[in-house]
């Protein structure tokens, strides 16, 4: 009796161990064999050529957002450089969720610092004026400043603001950033707006990449050797995107970046926008063409415009109920939805969304994930919070600024890194696969800018 106690109480002892064993070696089984069958069913990661394992829609980044892209090499470089920022949705700042907060912040609140310009005027070829400002101050302290050394030259950063041409504190707050860290930013102004005067009775249409394909031209021109990149807000990302698409490969851009763009715009007009968003966007462009009314009455019902009620009115006043050229809602979008030649893009384009962005509305309805997850050249940066162009954080800089500029830095090295692997000769047109455009718009070489003054018309003006 006293063995058989003394055996059974060595059981006793040695039985919680296996236990123990068998329950985790069950837990690892059973937990491999549902990852393998999550991965048959929704395949979350996909082998790369260079033998990477790159997740396409990441849920672990420390800021709770998703990369959504094709897998490739240069995804793989951009996974590892937005997984070292800082979570903009900190749990301290309350504010985080509150979406019309930080899309009324940036749009109606004035920029903490004015900026200093020197502004271009630049004629197009049928007599128009649109402007360029080059942003030159304010500088911060040099110990504050930030200097880069991925280029031999400061980079050229083309700023396209929202198609309002509303100057908001979002694009003010972007180029001063830009700046300090040795970007050379310069803000593209449409025809008639923020102070560009209106010389034709043609305004530019929603889509229209012809003068910002002249300005491209110009800037080639004026900075030969330094490297272009460009950012757009807002529904200004269509312009932007169509230009790309556009000029295929004969951008000259080195990668884009489009922060809250509205990607199927005939729809987002069609759907209209909460009544104060309405309200305030109608009343700032009838405020601004009410300057031109006299002009634009040659060809528009000037009355009909300032009593409309919708932006999606309006849009069809201005365009496509003209005098001279009178064409339908649809055809219009035809010649002006941002991706019509999204096949032809050539230059990686990154898109920063949230989730809860109140202007262009709910994603699963608004943006074509289907585009990014099968077009290499296009990212999706989606946050749970952000609002429209907000991406606040506790303290300034938008958490959007910085993403956007170590992009630009990311994709330049990468390019270069790629270039001195392969043994390519440096070049200053856009990254490519080399593919062919028909007809492409700009193929301007260096001989063709030797002629540039009788191209352009212009006048520097110093604005403060």
């Not at 707006?193 to 305004?203: I, S, W």
């Not at 080639?220 to 490969?249: D, I, N, Q, V, W």
Request: proline share 6%.
């Amino acid at each position: 009796m006293p063995e058989w106690s003394q055996e059974a109480r060595r059981l006793i002892l040695i039985l919680p161990g296996w236990l123990a064993k068998l329950f985790w070696v069950g837990k690892s089984f059973l937990g491999g064999l549902i990852c393998s069958n999550k991965e048959k069913e929704e395949p979350s990661s996909l082998e790369g050529e260079d033998g990477d394992v790159f997740i396409y829609e990441n849920d672990s980044f420390p800021c709770g957002c998703r990369l959504i892209c094709k897998p490739s090499a240069l995804a793989n470089c951009l996974l590892k450089v937005l997984r070292r920022f800082s979570d903009p949705d900190g749990e301290s700042w309350l504010w985080r969720k509150w979406a019309h907060i930080q899309t009324i912040y940036h749009h109606l609140l004035p920029a903490d610092r004015e900026l200093e310009f020197a502004r271009d005027h630049l004629q197009m070829p049928d007599g128009g004026i649109v402007a360029l400002d080059w942003v030159v101050g304010p500088w911060t302290t040099l110990k504050n400043r930030r200097a880069t050394n991925s280029f031999s030259s400061p980079p050229v950063l083309l700023v396209i603001p929202n198609a309002f041409g509303k100057m908001t504190r979002n694009v003010q707050d972007f180029c001063l950033q830009s700046l300090d860290q040795g970007f050379y930013p310069v803000i593209f102004n449409r025809r008639g707006q923020n102070g560009c005067p209106l010389t034709t009775v043609k305004l530019q249409q929603h889509g229209d990449p012809a003068d910002l394909t002249e300005v491209v031209t110009y800037i080639r021109y004026k900075h030969p050797g330094s490297t272009l990149f460009a950012m757009a807000e807002g529904l200004g990302s269509g312009l932007l995107l169509s230009y790309l698409g556009e000029c295929g490969s004969s951008s000259y851009l080195t990668a884009a970046v489009c922060i809250s763009p509205v990607l199927r715009c005939q729809e987002w007009f069609e759907a209209g926008l909460p009544w104060l968003y309405n309200w305030i966007l109608l009343l700032h462009q009838k405020m601004s063409l009410s300057r031109y009314a006299t002009a634009l009455n040659e060809d528009l019902d000037t009355t009909k415009l300032l009593r409309c009620t919708s932006l999606m009115e309006l849009e069809e006043l201005l365009f496509c109920q003209t005098k001279t050229n009178p064409i339908s809602w649809d055809t219009y979008w035809d010649r002006n939805e941002p991706l019509r030649d999204v096949d032809e893009v050539a230059v990686p384009v990154l898109c920063i969304c949230s989730t809860d962005d109140p202007i262009r509305g709910p994603p699963d309805s608004t943006l074509p994930i289907e585009l990014f997850k099968s077009n290499p050249y296009f990212f999706l940066l989606l946050t749970q919070h952000g609002g429209h162009c907000g991406f606040l954080k506790e303290a300034p800089p938008a958490w959007s600024h910085e993403v956007t500029l170590e992009y630009f830095r990311s994709v330049a090295e990468f390019f270069r890194a790629e270039e001195r692997m392969r043994g390519f000769p440096r070049r200053r047109s856009s990254f490519a696969l080399h593919r062919r455009r028909r007809g492409t718009l700009q193929k301007r070489d260096s001989s063709t800018s030797l002629d540039i003054q009788d191209t352009f018309s212009w006048k520097r003006s110093y604005t403060r």
